[in-house]
């Protein structure tokens, strides 16, 4: 994933088992400041990234529960990152957007990468969906200071009862 900035330069992360790897590239082309996101025991994958005010940005990713981020249970973690790649909510630690759990069985599916959209005001929206018992589609929006809009784990915001139907695809504009 990958987000560019009004002064020509960028940030691309990437994961790595359990690492979530960022880099910034300056407008010139060489590569600025690099640093590392790290929860042992945890694979994470890298889902997407929106710009903020100047060189801020907030990136979302995918958290399993295990070192396989295709058998675990996997969850939702973000994090506004300074012009410094300091994390700048919640103190430096990435705030849960969704949590998996085993009961009730609730986690993203494999190879499910939520998109996020840009509030206007340095937050973030984020819709997905729940590939476990309810299968609905969710949203939760994270203002510019951290603090959620929503209760934990957003709002289910299918009108559909009832588990035989998947609410796939969520998205927001």
């Known amino acids: 994933q990958g987000v560019g900035f009004d002064d020509g330069s960028a940030v ?14 300056i407008s010139d082309g060489t590569l600025g400041g690099a640093w590392a996101f790290t929860e042992t025991g945890r694979a994470q994958v890298a889902s997407d990234m929106v710009a903020a005010a100047g060189t801020e940005f907030i990136s979302l990713w995918v958290r399993a529960e295990g070192t396989n981020s295709v058998t675990s249970r996997k969850g939702l973690k973000i994090q506004k ?9 919640n103190g430096g630690v990435p705030l849960d957007v969704y949590t998996s759990s085993a009961t009730p069985a609730r986690g993203l599916s494999t190879a499910y990468f939520p998109r ?12 997905f969906y729940d590939g476990g018992a309810t299968r609905n589609a969710r949203i939760q929006h994270v203002r510019s200071d951290g603090t959620f809009v929503f209760p934990a784990d957003g709002i289910e915001c299918a009108i559909v009862s009832g588990t035989i139907e998947y609410r796939l695809s969520a998205s927001a504009a």
């Open 116 to 127: 996020m959209i840009s509030d206007g005001s340095n937050g973030a929206i984020i819709p």
């Open 12 to 25: 691309v992360a990437g994961g790595a088992t359990v690492n979530l790897r960022f880099q910034r590239i």
């Open 81 to 89: 990152w300074s012009a410094t790649n300091t994390g700048m909510w």
